[in-house]
């Protein structure tokens, strides 16, 4: 199982300034941050202000509740340049299920 959760990712490299999730998009996505740093922004006005939730180093995981077909409530814009494993929720689907388990099949 451990194989196949590893497989199900994709590392991605990144660049600072980079948008790596934007606040209000929809797309089904987990990241684990594995090497760089960003920052938690959630916008605050039309004009473009945001406000500074939180500061991200190796080891978050972000993306959980978008995951899960929620909205974003915050980007995540990357501070320094890294990289980061990405896990589609159609590659969450294909992962093996146990039996026994909570939605398994």
Same mark, same amino acid.
């Given at each position: 199982?451990?194989?196949?959760?590893?497989?199900?990712?994709?590392?991605?490299?990144? $660049?600072? %300034?980079?948008? *790596? #999730?934007?606040?209000?998009?929809?797309? &089904?996505? !987990?990241? /684990?941050? =594995?090497?760089?740093? @960003?920052?938690?922004?959630?916008?605050?006005?039309? $004009?473009? %202000?945001?406000? *500074? #939730?939180?500061?991200?180093?190796?080891? &978050?995981? !972000?993306? /959980?509740? =978008?995951?899960?077909? @929620?909205?974003?409530?915050?980007?995540?814009?990357?501070?320094?340049?890294?990289?980061?494993?990405?896990?589609?929720?159609?590659?969450?689907?294909?992962?093996?299920?146990?039996?026994?388990?909570?939605?398994?099949?």
């Amino acid at each position: 199982m451990r194989a196949a959760i590893a497989e199900a990712f994709t590392p991605q490299a990144f $660049r600072a %300034g980079q948008v *790596l #999730l934007r606040q209000g998009d929809a797309d &089904a996505r !987990v990241l /684990v941050l =594995a090497a760089g740093q @960003a920052d938690v922004l959630r916008s605050i006005d039309a $004009r473009g %202000g945001s406000m *500074l #939730l939180g500061r991200l180093e190796p080891g &978050a995981l !972000v993306g /959980v509740d =978008a995951f899960a077909g @929620a909205a974003r409530t915050a980007s995540i814009v990357a501070t320094t340049a890294g990289w980061v494993h990405v896990m589609t929720r159609d590659a969450f689907e294909r992962l093996p299920r146990r039996r026994g388990l909570p939605g398994s099949r």
